[in-house]
């Protein structure tokens, strides 16, 4: 089975400060992995995904991820941040469907992160 | 296009009642799913439709959850005798064959009184 850890489930920071949210996973086989984000009472929203091939990945927003698989791990990042990406940014993975597609996300707990003027 | 729609976007119910939720997937989407989010629970896998193959139940926390997709497009989650912890929001989404990410819609919010 698989499963997601985020680390830190809120992270403050100043505007134009550099930020980087952490996720780390447990699978046996190769997975996707995903960042989606929640804005106050909206729905989930893709930041970026991994499927395959480059393991640097750029997302919506000026976002980015890394892929390691040595170390398991996802981290999100971005350079410098805005008051408006003040969001819950969750970490999903999931097993390819043998149909193509994917199979269930398994997400983990979130990570609030706030921007201060 | 038009993205995932759910209905109704918040519902409130008297514990003992039975609820329908209703999902209108992504045209041309062909895997469905149902989560729900909760302040105790996170966000949680319920159940997976993918084209015409058996439906993936396993996250369904009781006999008292079902839900069905008709025609291969639009998804009702049903739950029997509602309980206070069944109050949260639930999340539908779509992907399409050979896609990867999966399309959330608004949810909806139900609370159980």
């Known amino acids: 089975a698989q499963s997601v850890t985020q680390l830190d489930s809120q992270v403050p920071v100043f505007e134009e400060a550099p930020v980087e949210l952490r996720c780390n996973y447990s699978?046996?086989?190769?997975?996707?992995l995903f960042w989606y984000v929640q804005y106050p009472n909206q729905g989930l929203q893709l930041l970026l995904k991994y499927l395959s091939g480059s393991t640097l990945v750029k997302g919506i927003n000026g976002f980015e991820a890394e892929f390691n698989k040595s170390q398991t791990s996802f981290h999100l990042r971005k350079p410098s941040v805005h008051i408006s990406d003040t969001a819950e940014y969750f970490c999903?993975?999931?097993?390819?469907?043998?149909?193509?597609?994917?199979?269930?996300?398994?997400f983990g707990k979130g990570t609030k992160l706030t921007v201060n003027p | 296009g038009a993205g995932v729609s759910q209905s109704p976007s918040n519902k409130v119910t008297e514990k003992g009642k039975d609820v329908e939720l209703r999902c209108d997937p992504i045209s041309g989407h062909t895997a469905l799913y149902w989560y729900r989010q909760s302040l105790g629970q996170g966000l949680e896998f319920l159940i997976y439709?993918?084209?015409?193959?058996?439906?993936?139940k396993s996250g369904l926390p009781s006999d008292r959850f079902s839900a069905e997709r008709t025609g291969g497009s639009v998804s009702t989650l049903t739950i029997q005798r509602t309980q206070q912890e069944d109050s949260a929001v639930y999340l539908c989404?779509?992907?399409?064959?050979?896609?990867?990410?999966?399309?959330f819609g608004p949810g909806t919010r139900l609370t159980v009184t």
């Open positions: 989404a779509s992907s399409f064959m050979g896609g990867g990410e999966q399309y």
């Open positions: 999903a993975v999931s097993l390819g469907s043998s149909q193509g597609g994917s199979e269930k996300l398994v």
């Open positions: 439709f993918q084209g015409n193959s058996a439906p993936d």
């Open positions: 699978s046996s086989v190769s997975v996707y």
